[in-house]
Protein backbone atom coordinates (compact mmCIF):
# COMPACT_ATOMS: atom_id res chain seq x y z
CA UNK A 1 0.00 0.00 0.00
CA UNK A 2 1.26 3.22 -0.61
CA UNK A 3 -0.63 6.79 0.21
CA UNK A 4 0.34 10.04 -0.80
CA UNK A 5 -0.25 13.62 0.57
CA UNK A 6 0.20 16.53 -1.47
CA UNK A 7 1.09 19.92 -0.53
CA UNK A 8 1.46 23.20 -1.52
CA UNK A 9 -1.39 24.80 -3.35
CA UNK A 10 -2.55 27.77 -3.26
CA UNK A 11 -3.91 31.17 -5.14
CA UNK A 12 -1.32 32.87 -7.05
CA UNK A 13 -1.19 35.88 -9.58
CA UNK A 14 -0.40 35.12 -13.21
CA UNK A 15 2.80 34.64 -14.06
CA UNK A 16 3.72 33.53 -10.70
CA UNK A 17 5.16 30.28 -9.74
CA UNK A 18 4.35 27.41 -6.96
CA UNK A 19 5.62 24.30 -5.76
CA UNK A 20 3.14 21.23 -5.20
CA UNK A 21 5.06 18.32 -3.10
CA UNK A 22 3.55 14.75 -2.79
CA UNK A 23 4.74 12.72 0.50
CA UNK A 24 4.69 9.12 0.39
CA UNK A 25 4.04 6.20 2.68
CA UNK A 26 5.61 3.11 2.14
CA UNK A 27 9.45 1.14 1.73
CA UNK A 28 8.73 1.11 -2.40
CA UNK A 29 8.58 4.64 -3.52
CA UNK A 30 11.76 4.56 -4.95
CA UNK A 31 10.85 1.45 -7.24
CA UNK A 32 7.51 3.53 -8.40
CA UNK A 33 6.89 5.59 -11.14
CA UNK A 34 4.84 8.95 -10.11
CA UNK A 35 2.48 11.24 -12.14
CA UNK A 36 0.73 14.53 -11.54
CA UNK A 37 -2.31 15.04 -13.70
CA UNK A 38 -5.00 17.98 -12.70
CA UNK A 39 -9.00 18.26 -13.12
CA UNK A 40 -11.01 21.99 -13.64
CA UNK A 41 -14.42 21.93 -12.63
CA UNK A 42 -16.96 20.14 -15.25
CA UNK A 43 -13.08 18.65 -16.84
CA UNK A 44 -11.78 15.32 -17.03
CA UNK A 45 -8.95 14.87 -15.04
CA UNK A 46 -5.90 15.26 -17.70
CA UNK A 47 -2.36 14.22 -17.47
CA UNK A 48 0.38 16.86 -16.36
CA UNK A 49 3.71 15.11 -15.80
CA UNK A 50 5.68 11.49 -14.92
CA UNK A 51 8.90 11.15 -14.25
CA UNK A 52 10.51 7.33 -13.93
CA UNK A 53 11.47 5.44 -10.77
CA UNK A 54 14.97 6.93 -10.94
CA UNK A 55 14.38 10.49 -12.09
CA UNK A 56 16.47 10.39 -14.81
CA UNK A 57 12.88 10.03 -16.90
CA UNK A 58 10.53 12.93 -17.39
CA UNK A 59 7.79 13.33 -19.80
CA UNK A 60 5.46 16.81 -19.82
CA UNK A 61 1.91 17.34 -21.16
CA UNK A 62 2.15 19.98 -24.08
CA UNK A 63 0.08 22.50 -22.36
CA UNK A 64 2.91 22.33 -19.37
CA UNK A 65 6.37 21.45 -21.17
CA UNK A 66 8.93 24.57 -20.70
CA UNK A 67 7.08 25.80 -17.44
CA UNK A 68 6.68 23.31 -15.28
CA UNK A 69 8.93 20.20 -14.02
CA UNK A 70 8.99 17.51 -12.32
CA UNK A 71 11.44 15.85 -9.73
CA UNK A 72 12.15 13.61 -6.72
CA UNK A 73 14.24 12.92 -3.64
CA UNK A 74 13.69 9.22 -3.34
CA UNK A 75 15.76 9.64 -0.02
CA UNK A 76 12.66 12.17 1.59
CA UNK A 77 9.75 10.03 -0.28
CA UNK A 78 9.02 13.11 -1.95
CA UNK A 79 8.10 13.85 -5.36
CA UNK A 80 7.67 17.54 -6.52
CA UNK A 81 6.15 19.79 -9.22
CA UNK A 82 7.38 22.97 -10.10
CA UNK A 83 5.14 25.42 -12.18
CA UNK A 84 6.49 28.68 -13.01
CA UNK A 85 4.82 31.19 -15.78
CA UNK A 86 1.44 29.99 -13.96
CA UNK A 87 -2.09 30.75 -16.35
CA UNK A 88 -5.51 31.55 -15.42
CA UNK A 89 -6.07 28.02 -17.56
CA UNK A 90 -4.04 25.79 -14.87
CA UNK A 91 -6.14 26.39 -12.24
CA UNK A 92 -7.40 22.90 -11.16
CA UNK A 93 -7.36 20.40 -8.46
CA UNK A 94 -3.83 18.95 -9.09
CA UNK A 95 -3.35 14.91 -8.08
CA UNK A 96 0.37 12.76 -7.49
CA UNK A 97 -0.28 9.50 -8.58
CA UNK A 98 1.89 6.29 -7.76
CA UNK A 99 2.88 3.54 -10.52
CA UNK A 100 3.62 0.20 -9.59
CA UNK A 101 6.16 0.13 -12.36
CA UNK A 102 9.60 1.70 -13.43
CA UNK A 103 8.59 3.19 -16.36
CA UNK A 104 6.57 6.49 -17.17
CA UNK A 105 2.80 6.56 -18.32
CA UNK A 106 1.27 9.60 -19.14
CA UNK A 107 -2.33 7.05 -19.04
CA UNK A 108 -4.42 8.12 -16.01
CA UNK A 109 -5.38 4.21 -15.77
CA UNK A 110 -1.59 3.01 -15.19
CA UNK A 111 -1.30 4.45 -12.00
CA UNK A 112 -3.13 1.99 -8.93
CA UNK A 113 -2.92 4.81 -5.77
CA UNK A 114 -3.63 8.55 -5.74
CA UNK A 115 -3.39 11.70 -3.41
CA UNK A 116 -6.39 13.16 -2.18
CA UNK A 117 -5.76 16.43 -4.45
CA UNK A 118 -4.49 19.98 -3.71
CA UNK A 119 -6.42 23.43 -5.47
CA UNK A 120 -4.13 25.62 -7.60
CA UNK A 121 -6.16 28.80 -8.22
CA UNK A 122 -4.18 30.96 -10.94
CA UNK A 123 -5.84 34.46 -11.04
CA UNK A 124 -5.88 36.69 -13.83
Known amino acids: QVQLVESGGGLVQAGGSLRLSCAAS????????MGWFRQAPGKEREFVGT????????NYADSVKGRFTISRDNAKNTVYLQMNSLKPEDTAVYYC?????????????????WGQGTQVTVSS
Open 51 to 58: INYSGQVT
Open 26 to 33: GRTFSSYA
Open 97 to 113: AARVSQRTSWVKYDYGY
